[in-house]
C-alpha cells in the first residue's frame, strides 16, 4: 500500500471515530437536535417546550342540595365564567372568560403550569349554592374556587358551581303555566331574562 493510501485509510478512521463521538454526545445532550444536510451536520438548540392544561366543569340547579347533579336537575346554560391565574414564576396571566353551552358545561384550555382561580357570575335569577372543589384541588368560596395548582398537561375537571332554585324575583304565575314550557326551560329562561338577586324563596320543579 502507498503512502498516499495509508494516509487515506487513516484519515477515515480518525473521521468516523470523531464522528461517533459527536454522535454519541449529541444523543447523550436533549437540550440539542442533529440536522443533516447536503454539506454537513447542524446542531441546534431545541426550543423550550411545554404541555398545556385544561380545567373544565359544568354549572347546574341542585334542587336538592346533595351536591350531584341528578337525572330530574337542571343544566344552566349562558352562565359567564371567569379564569384569572399566575404562573409558575408568580407572574398574572391574562384573565380569559367564557360562558357555559347547553349542556352548562364550560371549559379552558392551553393553560401553562401555574395557580388559578375560576369565578362564577352569580345569576340573579336564581339563588347561589356552593361552589365544588375538583379533581386537583383549591379551595371553595362564594361564587370561586381558588388555589387551584395545574402542571403540564393536568386535565382538571369537576370544578363545578350549584344554583338552588329560583328567587322571588323570577316567581310569577307565568312558571306555573304550560306555555312556560319544562322545568328546565323555566330555568333558562329566568337566567336569560336576569331578574334582580333575592334571598331564597322556593324552587319549582315541572315535568
Do not use: H
Not at 5 to 30: I, K, M, V
Not at 40 to 67: H, M, Y
Not at 85 to 91: A, F, K, L, N, P
Amino acid at each position: 500500500m502507498g503512502i498516499r493510501q495509508l494516509c487515506t485509510s487513516a484519515f477515515r478512521s480518525l473521521w468516523g471515530s470523531s464522528a461517533r463521538r459527536r454522535q454519541d454526545s449529541l444523543e447523550s445532550n436533549s437540550a440539542y437536535v442533529a440536522r443533516r444536510t447536503s454539506q454537513n451536520l447542524q446542531i441546534e438548540p431545541l426550543e423550550s417546550r411545554q404541555l398545556l392544561a385544561t380545567l373544565a366543569g359544568t354549572v347546574f340547579a341542585d334542587i336538592n342540595g346533595n351536591n350531584t347533579q341528578d337525572a330530574a336537575e337542571t343544566s344552566l346554560a349562558g352562565i359567564l365564567i371567569t379564569l384569572n391565574g399566575v404562573d409558575e414564576s408568580g407572574e398574572a396571566l391574562a384573565s380569559r372568560t367564557t360562558v357555559t353551552g347547553s349542556n352548562g358545561s364550560y371549559q379552558f384550555a392551553d393553560l401553562v403550569a401555574g395557580t388559578y382561580t375560576v369565578t362564577q357570575a352569580q345569576p340573579k335569577a336564581l339563588v347561589d349554592g356552593v361552589a365544588l372543589v375538583g379533581s386537583f384541588g383549591g379551595t371553595s368560596g362564594p361564587n370561586t374556587i381558588s388555589n387551584i395548582v395545574l402542571g403540564e398537561d393536568d386535565a382538571a375537571v369537576n370544578y363545578n358551581f350549584t344554583e338552588k332554585g329560583f328567587g322571588p324575583s323570577s316567581v310569577s304565575i307565568n312558571l306555573f303555566l304550560a306555555s312556560a314550557g319544562s322545568g328546565a326551560q323555566a330555568l333558562n329562561n329566568a337566567v336569560a331574562s336576569a331578574g334582580s338577586f333575592a334571598p331564597f324563596v322556593t324552587s319549582i320543579t315541572r315535568g
